[in-house]
Nanobody, 120 residues
């Protein structure tokens, strides 16, 4: 299974960015997909997640500013980020819980990370 992210970059405070992630490979079913971030010197933290039943969770720090969405047919997840702040700067990682063969265990996979820089 591979998770490929796109859409990171440099944005000014108050600006917007959209991250996308596509899962590919041997996939029977994708359960929860989500976005995490890790800033220098800090632990990786959950930003937003969306389950196979469309249950959505956001970190308190991004509620009202970030929106997670998912294309279940294409195994893709997007993160629309608006009103970006300096403290949102981090490497953003896509995560997916995937069943790779029928009856098999669900494994958690990570993308390579996308840098988001918020600076004027």
């Amino acid at each position: 299974v591979q998770l490929v992210e796109s859409g990171g970059g440099l944005v000014q405070p108050g600006g917007s960015l959209r991250l996308s992630c596509a899962a590919s490979g041997t996939i029977i079913r994708v359960y929860t997909m989500g976005w995490y971030r890790q800033a220098p010197g800090k632990q990786r933290e959950l930003v937003a997640s969306i389950s196979s039943t469309q249950a959505i969770e956001y970190a308190d720090s991004v509620k009202g500013r970030f929106t997670i969405s998912r294309d279940y047919a294409k195994n893709m997840v997007d993160l629309q980020m608006t009103s970006l702040k300096a403290e949102d700067a981090a490497v953003y990682f896509c995560n997916a819980d995937v069943e790779s063969f029928a009856g098999g265990q669900i494994a958690s996979w990570w993308g390579q990370g996308a840098q988001v820089t918020v600076s004027s």
